[in-house]
């Protein structure tokens, strides 16, 4: 039986990008399904935002091909393009009511709109993002996160293709942001736009999108679902990338399916190769990475588990889970995330670290 054809919103075809001598957009490929929410994961100077750029018609490659709704927009200008962005600061018009901000782009359409079609787009797009009867309100009135729903609306009223967002939740403090991260999503999802995200931020991320591209110097280094890329990383740096991981670092002794790895402490460790990672080959700089929450603590040692006697050196305390900093002699300092119910060490506790061998992955240290 054949698969139905997933409808293509986006799609890089070789692109490359540089400013000067510095290499923006190195040889990238992608695609970006209709009616997901894709995000562009890296460190500043990755080149997450030269993608978003190049989509929204900001800059042009120097290089390959740009597809919008299957059609290409190689030189096509920014304001022709189905495609809108809520910048970071908003950049809301201080001059102008709430319903001015929103109306705006309605208002440079030709054929003029009437009036009275665009106070009803207006007035659809603030119910969308839960800003009714905020019409007349100027934008020093508003809180910073009814500002970014004044952003988004405005940008949603043109109804694009293509959303782009770039890094719009990196101005709002810690509360807001995630209750902004459930609002964008379920936004999404009732819109049924194509939602294209920038972060540096692994935990937005991670919540909030179908697929991440996680970006390194320019390319995309690994693309996939949050849980493919959570459970098997290519590497360390993806490993890193994607929440939080303990690397014990050695040099491969075996390798297959199971690798061996030797550390300087010359402690053997085995552990399964992630299913995507490259190749490792004996006399490979390698890490076994283990998340913190794979850990567990106890008092004796257990058997068919790897584990090591240490002394917590710090608690903290999280609300459901608390963290756990571990000095162990053979694996060196452990990050230990458990259930707070589950949780009764202190500094200064002698413990067992101990986790099944299942539980790590042996990756390339790249």
């Known amino acids: 039986m054949m698969q139905p054809t997933v409808a293509i919103?986006?799609?890089?075809?070789?692109?490359?990008?540089?400013?000067?001598?510095?290499?923006?957009?190195?040889?990238?490929?992608?695609?970006?399904?209709?009616?997901?929410?894709?995000?562009?994961?890296?460190?500043?100077?990755?080149?997450?935002?030269?993608?978003?750029?190049?989509?929204?018609?900001?800059?042009?490659?120097?290089?390959?091909?740009?597809?919008?709704?299957?059609?290409?927009?190689?030189?096509?200008?920014?304001?022709?393009?189905?495609?809108?962005?809520?910048?970071?600061?908003?950049?809301?018009?201080?001059?102008?009511?709430?319903?001015?901000?929103?109306?705006?782009?309605?208002?440079?359409?030709?054929?003029?709109?009437?009036?009275?079609?665009?106070?009803?787009?207006?007035?659809?797009?603030?119910?969308?993002?839960?800003?009714?009867?905020?019409?007349?309100?100027?934008?020093?009135?508003?809180?910073?996160?009814?500002?970014?729903?004044?952003?988004?609306?405005r940008a949603l009223v043109n109804k694009p293709t293509v959303l782009l967002l770039d890094e719009p939740l990196a101005a709002l403090d810690r509360k807001l942001r995630k209750d902004m991260q459930v609002e964008l999503k379920n936004l999404q999802r009732e819109v049924g736009i194509t939602f294209v995200f920038v972060t540096h931020d692994q935990e937005e991320a991670l919540s909030m999108s179908d697929r991440i591209a996680v970006m390194r110097d320019g390319k995309i280094v690994q693309e996939g679902s949050p849980t493919d890329l959570y459970s098997q990383p290519l590497d360390r740096y993806v490993a890193g990338f994607i929440g939080q991981s303990n690397f014990i670092v050695g040099t491969v002794v075996e390798a297959g399916d199971q690798v061996t790895i030797k550390t300087?402490?010359?402690?053997?460790?085995?552990?399964?190769?992630?299913?995507?990672?490259?190749?490792?080959?004996?006399?490979?700089?390698?890490?076994?990475?283990?998340?913190?929450?794979?850990?567990?603590?106890?008092?004796?040692?257990?058997?068919?588990?790897?584990?090591?006697?240490?002394r917590v050196a710090q608690v903290t305390f999280l609300g459901d889970q608390t963290e756990f900093h571990v000095e162990t002699e053979q694996a060196g300092r452990l990050l230990v995330r458990m259930s707070s119910g589950h949780a009764s060490f202190v500094s200064g506790d002698p413990v067992i670290a101990y986790w099944k061998r299942e539980a790590g992955l042996a990756l390339l240290n790249e």
């Open 9 to 153: 919103d986006v799609e890089f075809r070789n692109v490359a990008k540089s400013f000067g001598a510095v290499v923006a957009v190195d040889n990238v490929n992608f695609q970006i399904p209709k009616g997901s929410f894709f995000t562009f994961l890296g460190p500043s100077g990755c080149g997450k935002t030269s993608c978003l750029r190049l989509i929204g018609g900001f800059e042009q490659p120097d290089s390959g091909e740009i597809l919008i709704a299957s059609e290409s927009v190689a030189q096509v200008p920014a304001y022709e393009r189905h495609v809108n962005m809520v910048f970071q600061h908003y950049a809301l018009f201080p001059h102008m009511h709430v319903a001015g901000n929103v109306g705006y782009g309605l208002r440079q359409r030709r054929p003029r709109m009437s009036a009275r079609e665009i106070s009803k787009h207006v007035a659809d797009s603030l119910a969308l993002v839960r800003l009714s009867g905020y019409d007349g309100r100027r934008s020093w009135e508003l809180s910073g996160g009814q500002q970014q729903r004044v952003a988004l609306a």
């Open 264 to 310: 300087e402490r010359s402690v053997l460790f085995r552990a399964p190769k992630s299913k995507v990672a490259k190749s490792l080959l004996a006399g490979d700089n390698a890490v076994v990475a283990i998340r913190p929450e794979r850990i567990s603590l106890g008092n004796k040692h257990e058997a068919g588990v790897e584990s090591f006697a240490g």
